[in-house]
């Protein structure tokens, strides 16, 4: 759990220490958009801006009964955080898994990407896409 926070507290830390260097240089509004800047950061990379994750065997339970698509991510991925921000609020409508969190979410991912731990790589149907257009995973939620 504590690594998924790492980049965000490392980006309200030094976000905190440049802006209190420019507040002691007499420069406040510089400091103040520096740190408003870092801290939203921090958020868009934190766990809040995704879905409540579950385990790999729940997700594939869940997605086996609805028929909904798995999306295996990690915390700080850029890319999961576009596929997030683009599918809105259709994103609670999937089943997340943080494979920071899941050991067996990340061997999952690691057998379907030849090793490596490519994210997101979404399921649906028992077929493995890795980084797929936000578009088609919409698509894949309107089926029935």
């Known amino acids: 759990m504590m690594r998924a926070w790492i980049l965000p507290m490392l980006m309200v830390l030094c976000g905190s220490a440049v802006a209190a260097g420019l507040l002691l ?50 915390p700080g991925c850029t890319y999961c955080l576009r596929l997030r921000a683009r599918l809105g609020r259709d994103a609670r409508r999937l089943h997340w898994v943080d494979i920071w969190r899941d050991p067996e979410g990340a061997a999952e991912v690691r057998a ?33």
């Open 25 to 74: 240089a007499g420069r406040a509004g510089a400091g103040a958009a520096l740190l408003l800047v870092m801290l939203l950061f921090a958020g868009m990379n934190s766990p809040l801006v995704f879905p409540r994750s579950v385990g790999a065997r729940e997700a594939r339970r869940r997605s086996a009964a609805d028929g909904r698509p798995v999306v295996y991510w990690r």
């Open 112 to 144: 379907a990407n030849d090793g490596d731990e490519t994210v997101p790589t979404v399921v649906v149907g028992g077929r493995t896409h890795v980084n797929p257009d936000p578009a088609w995973v919409r698509e894949q939620l309107a089926r029935p």
